[in-house]
């Protein structure tokens, strides 16, 4: 069969996309992301941020969960922020002065990266800039603002506050929380809520032996009565503390009475502090009503804004990055219908929703709206001291986690591996239809050893059990369009470890999507099943000749 090679990362060669470049409007960790993303699909990029510079301020979003790690590390940074970041397993939850439970997460396989590690937003984004300014497909512009947004069938044109115009193939709108005339140009409606206390940050450099891996959390605690504080493990022994205070908190004065200082000593104790960095803030939770509007996509906090308690913002906007990315990708390459991009607002929107159902269900325990529900949590916090039953009902925060598609129209359901719901906190779903599938090495053939995960997201990813007829699956595969990668599960993983993780079947076939979702398992599947569940997996309902698609990527190995 003939083999055909794309660059690294499994996209085409440089020079190759058929259109004009897809413009991305801010240049924060989601707009880089989906930059760098595109970049790996061999599509260029404009990448235009309304600030002058990157303004270095503060710890921002921290907390970076375990599978965006995997993402970043597709651009080659994953392993990078990792390594600057703190390393925790464990979430602690205290009631006043007695600790309720603690919660140390599952590693299903054999993942790379830890369950979370903690950096702050501005190194992240020092080290994103910095591949961005070594990929040559991403051209990253400052003092760029976008006052007008017009589209047709062929692109997207946008006009500046200087008069220029740019057109573009597609637009990414992750221009931030503070989007409302891009969401009014755009039509789309940002419904919500926002609460009415505030939350006062700071970043204090201190040293507090045995809290630097792990986070912390108290309800009620004798230095802030009646409220909660928040307490994460940052680089350079420095802790990012949230403090729930009243409406009408004034920090400055705060500060000037000698106020601050005791806030900080109640928990730091007589020893040497610094402050890095203080604000306040108040928590938003709203959300898109469409996330696509035609060859526009709208991504991360431009989209939807949940309160930072279970840090679900940043991991889920690098969600809508990837999501984004390949199928643009897909689409613009010829690939995949540009019906597609639809379901990049019915799968991404979904995921909103319920980070929104979840954050908001945490904020009603942590800041009950009525006397009802203050006496049902007063209740709850006091049982679960002495009652286990009674903890899994204390809500501190439940912490990101990717969403699952399991309903979404790419996914194919397999009535032997149903979806069992939402886990427990810190656990995940069995691998299946619509879950992320769990990583862990493998060798792929002379090349040595890699990851499950590298792999997937090279393109479609079939994973043969060793009684599937192989014969089958190579001509499906074989007329896919877009890069397809055939491995038998027994040559890619000669310890069994990946395979009993899945717990996979002879005759099974695990169909994984670019962004190392799931998109079917299938039993002892033909030709035709086959084919049809590749069609599906990009949302072609009306199949096209040979001579209508782009050429595939067949790689096999056994």
Not at 204 to 231: C, M, S, T
Not at 314 to 319: D, M, T
Not at 472 to 480: D, F, G, L, N, Y
Not at 506 to 518: C, K, L
Request: glycine share 8%; proline share 7%.
């Amino acid at each position: 069969m003939e083999m055909t090679t794309h660059r690294a990362g499994g996209a085409p060669p440089s020079g190759t996309w058929p259109h004009e470049p897809v413009l991305v409007l801010g240049a924060g960790p989601v707009g880089q992301t989906a930059a760098l993303l595109l970049a790996r699909w061999g599509v260029p990029t404009i990448v235009l941020d309304k600030r002058a510079e990157r303004d270095a301020v503060g710890s921002k979003a921290i907390c970076q969960q375990r599978d965006v790690l995997d993402v970043w590390e597709a651009v080659g940074a994953g392993r990078r922020i990792a390594a600057e970041g703190v390393t925790w397993t464990t979430a602690r939850t205290f009631h006043r002065d007695s600790e309720l439970f603690a919660v140390t997460f599952a590693e299903p396989g054999r993942p790379a990266f830890p369950p979370f590690v903690n950096i702050s937003q501005t190194r992240t984004e020092q080290i994103l800039d910095e591949h961005i300014a070594a990929e040559p497909l991403v051209d990253l512009q400052w003092g760029r603002q976008v006052v007008e947004v017009d589209q047709d069938a062929w692109g997207v044109t946008v006009r500046l506050a200087d008069g220029t115009r740019l057109g573009g193939s597609y637009l990414v709108v992750c221009a931030g929380a503070r989007s409302d005339d891009l969401r009014t140009l755009l039509g789309v409606t940002f419904d919500g809520h926002s609460f009415d206390d505030r939350f006062l940050i700071c970043d204090i450099r201190a040293d507090l032996p045995g809290w630097a891996d792990e986070r912390r959390f108290y309800f009620d605690p004798h230095w802030n009565p009646g409220r909660q504080v928040l307490i994460h493990p940052c680089p350079d022994s420095t802790f990012r503390i949230d403090w729930q205070v009243p409406a009408d908190h004034d920090l400055d004065a705060e500060t000037a009475s000698g106020a601050l200082d005791s806030r900080i000593r109640a928990i730091v104790g007589d020893r040497d502090y610094e402050i890095v960095w203080k604000s306040v803030y108040r928590f938003h939770s709203r959300v898109v009503d469409r996330m696509r509007s035609g060859r526009v996509l709208i991504a991360g906090d431009a989209a939807h804004l949940v309160s930072p308690f279970g840090a679900r913002g940043l991991n889920s906007g690098v969600g809508d990055a990837e999501n984004a990315a390949w199928k643009i990708a897909y689409a613009g390459h010829g690939w995949a219908p540009d019906d597609l991009l639809e379901t990049y607002h019915l799968e991404r929107h979904a995921a909103a929703l319920e980070n929104l159902a979840v954050t908001t269900a945490t904020m009603e325990f942590l800041v009950p709206p009525d006397e009802v529900r203050a006496d049902r949590r007063a209740d709850v916090l006091t049982r679960a001291a002495t009652d286990p039953c009674s903890r899994a009902a204390v809500d501190s925060g439940r912490l990101a986690e990717p969403f699952w598609y399991v309903e979404s129209p790419l996914t194919v359901a397999d009535p032997r591996r149903p979806f069992g719901g939402r886990p427990r906190r810190g656990e995940v779903p069995l691998p299946g239809p619509g879950v992320l599938v769990p990583d862990a090495p493998v060798t792929l053939g002379g090349a040595g050893p890699t990851r499950v995960r590298e792999l997937a997201r090279d393109g479609f990813l079939l994973v043969l059990g060793a009684d599937v007829d192989v014969a089958a699956v190579e001509r499906a595969a074989a007329a896919a369009p877009g890069p397809v990668r055939v491995l038998m599960l027994d040559g890619m993983d000669p310890d069994g470890a990946f395979g009993a993780v899945l717990d996979a079947r002879a005759d099974e076939v695990w169909v994984v999507r670019p962004d190392a979702h799931i998109a079917a398992v299938l039993a002892a599947p033909t030709h035709d099943e086959l084919a049809a569940t590749l069609a599906r997996a990009v949302h072609d309902t009306s199949p096209r000749t040979r001579e209508e698609q782009r050429d595939g990527v067949l790689q096999t190995g056994r």
